[in-house]
């Protein structure tokens, strides 16, 4: 493997990608956050998925000059693909990623965009853009390819070299390229898809199959609910069969499963067709943060509590455990209903940045040190730490309080004899 390679985009995904590179070959990680970059050439990362060893050991050149990118001739697109708030896909950082490479890139290179986008995305939206910026052909002087990433925040078992990496490219001559590239780091191995649009499909439909699967068993959660029947102790019994789908209910945030099926919804709809069972499972997860904020309003209406103005502790902003990734989570969203409510929410996450909970949703984030006991306790995200330290967060309720543990990690025997738990 004797390619050039460089990384655009040092996020969640782009930086455990330059990083596994950069253990055997020379890379250029480059971003446009001059900060970013500072803070990487440091050893610091932000996001918590590389420890400073691993980035200080690596051979990667840092950077926020694009210039640096003529050097290579295998580059690597990692940038987000978030949607709007119409739930439309938001190509811009894609599409401005690709004015960039297309600005300096040389003849002769491979792009290999990792973006999650809807089937077509890569050949009809990103090289015409390469194309406008370089002034080369697509297939004649360079070339392109796609490898939908997998970089799972905050798991440090499923990582980049263990996971199989779908791989494709524009002719059979660059596949095997790609391939060999890849190869040179996944452990796992890779799988060729037999076109770029192959593997932008799957991309796409692994998460659409778990957003399907989840709001089934939210919606379940929402029907057993008002059978007063615990979802948690029905699910354990169904989990015995053989072939049972462990899937459970939950807020269903973050950048892939709560924003990958609407690029596949915007593009089937484009095409005349109207995907009911995707938007159904999107329309449920999406309206748990309301079931949520009632189901706590309707609990301490009939304990006698009052509601407006009173304090209530959240913990956890975060859109999944153990990750200070604040992307597109749903807990703002409860936080929000249960604000309309009138009451006085008191947020506190140990793995969140306060800065950036500030600047994304205006939210003070409280120290663990500066909460007090309430009789409304929301366990929202199950980090580590609220499970180490379960006992001394239970004593951020009351003796008779109320206790609202989303994700099920709170048992009955945690609890004092007065204090009443609703699990979703």
């Known amino acids: 493997?004797?390619?050039?390679?460089?990384?655009?985009?040092?996020?969640?995904?782009?930086?455990?990608?330059?990083v596994s590179f950069g253990k055997q070959h020379e890379v250029i990680g480059f971003d446009i956050n001059e900060q970013r970059i500072k803070e990487l050439k440091?050893?610091?990362d932000r996001t918590n998925e590389v420890d400073e060893k691993d980035l200080l050991d690596t051979n990667i050149i840092f950077t926020a000059d694009k210039n640096e990118l003529?050097?290579?001739?295998?580059i690597i697109v990692a940038v987000p693909t978030p949607i709007n708030k119409h739930n439309q896909p938001d190509l811009n950082p894609l599409l401005?990623?690709?004015?960039?490479?297309g600005s300096v890139m040389n003849e002769g290179t491979i792009v290999v965009y990792e973006s999650t986008v809807y089937p077509g995305a890569t050949e009809e939206d990103c090289v015409p853009v390469l194309e406008k910026f370089s002034g080369l052909k697509s297939g004649e002087d360079f070339f392109v390819g796609y490898s939908p990433e997998r970089i799972n925040p905050g798991d440090k078992v499923h990582t980049f070299e263990t996971i199989t990496k779908v791989v494709s490219g524009q002719t059979p001559e660059v596949l095997n390229i790609v391939a060999d590239v890849y190869s040179s780091v996944v452990k796992a191995g890779v799988h060729k898809a037999e076109t770029i649009k192959v593997a932008e499909a799957a991309k796409v439909i692994e998460n659409t199959q778990r957003d399907v699967n989840i709001a089934l068993m939210n919606e379940l959660a929402v029907i057993f609910d008002k059978m007063n029947v615990s979802t948690k102790d029905v699910l354990k019994?169904?989990?015995?069969?053989?072939?049972?789908?462990?899937?459970?209910p939950g807020l269903v945030g973050g950048h892939c499963i709560g924003v990958?099926?609407?690029?596949?919804?915007h593009k089937a709809q484009e095409l005349g067709h109207h995907p009911e069972v995707i938007l159904a499972g999107r329309r449920i997860n999406d309206g748990m943060a309301k079931h949520i904020a009632s189901s706590i309003i309707k609990k301490m209406l009939k304990k006698g509590f009052p509601v407006i103005g009173a304090n209530i502790n959240v913990l956890g902003l975060t859109f999944k455990e153990n990750t200070p990734d604040l992307r597109n989570t749903k807990v703002i969203d409860v936080i929000k209903e249960l604000?309309?409510?009138?009451l006085n929410v008191i947020v506190n996450d140990v793995e969140a940045d306060p800065k950036e909970a500030k600047k994304f949703y205006d939210l003070?984030?409280?120290?663990?040190?500066?909460?007090?006991?309430e009789d409304v306790l929301v366990l929202t995200v199950p980090h580590d730490d609220y499970l180490i330290n379960k006992e001394k967060y239970l004593e951020l309720v009351s003796d008779d309080g109320l206790i609202f543990d989303i994700k099920g990690i709170i048992e009955d025997n945690d609890l004092k004899e007065k204090q009443s738990i609703w699990r979703l």
């Open 364 to 373: 003070d984030l409280r120290n663990t040190d500066e909460l007090n006991t």
């Open 96 to 101: 401005k990623a690709s004015e960039t490479v």
């Open 260 to 265: 990958d099926p609407y690029y596949l919804t």
């Open 237 to 248: 019994a169904a989990g015995t069969k053989w072939n049972f789908l462990k899937f459970s």
């Open 70 to 74: 003529k050097k290579a001739d295998f």
């Open 1 to 18: 493997m004797n390619r050039k390679i460089a990384v655009v985009g040092l996020g969640y995904v782009g930086l455990p990608v330059a």
């Open 42 to 44: 440091e050893g610091y």
């Open 339 to 342: 604000q309309d409510f009138g």
